[in-house]
């Protein structure tokens, strides 16, 4: 059975930092692209980040962009997500998810094969 596991969410206030991880496991992830995405209360599920398998192509939503780093080292099953200088607008449900393409600019969420549970990320001003 696949499993996406998420850890490393919490709340933090205005310009402080947190780091997502995300460990696969049931398969071997190796060729699978790995993404975040984020869903605020009320609000429909977005994308984040993407990196490809190998850790060496990687895509950020604008907002995102200079603040946010998506690394997978050694192309292992686990995939982090550096957060700094948070903003209220990040808070969110965190999702880890994957799929078998890489979409370049058009990440959509139905587009991914499996989906962790999601954690938490709250930031406050």
């Known amino acids: 059975q696949v499993q996406l596991v998420e850890s490393g969410g919490g709340s933090v206030q205005t310009g402080g930092s947190l780091r997502l991880s995300c460990t696969g496991s049931?398969?071997?992830?190796?060729?699978?692209?790995m993404a975040w995405f984020r869903q605020a209360p009320g609000k429909e599920r977005e994308f984040v980040s993407a990196?490809?398998?190998?850790?060496?192509?990687?895509h950020y939503t604008e907002s995102v962009t200079g603040r946010f780093t998506i690394s997978k080292p050694n192309a292992k099953n686990t995939m982090f997500l550096q957060m700094n200088n948070l903003k209220p607008e990040d808070t969110a449900v965190y999702y880890c998810a994957a799929a078998g393409g890489w979409y370049g600019s058009d990440w959509d969420s139905g587009a991914m094969d499996y989906w962790g549970k999601g954690t938490l990320v709250t930031v406050s001003s």
């Open positions: 990196i490809t398998w190998s850790g060496g192509i990687t």
């Open positions: 049931g398969r071997t992830f190796s060729s699978y692209t």
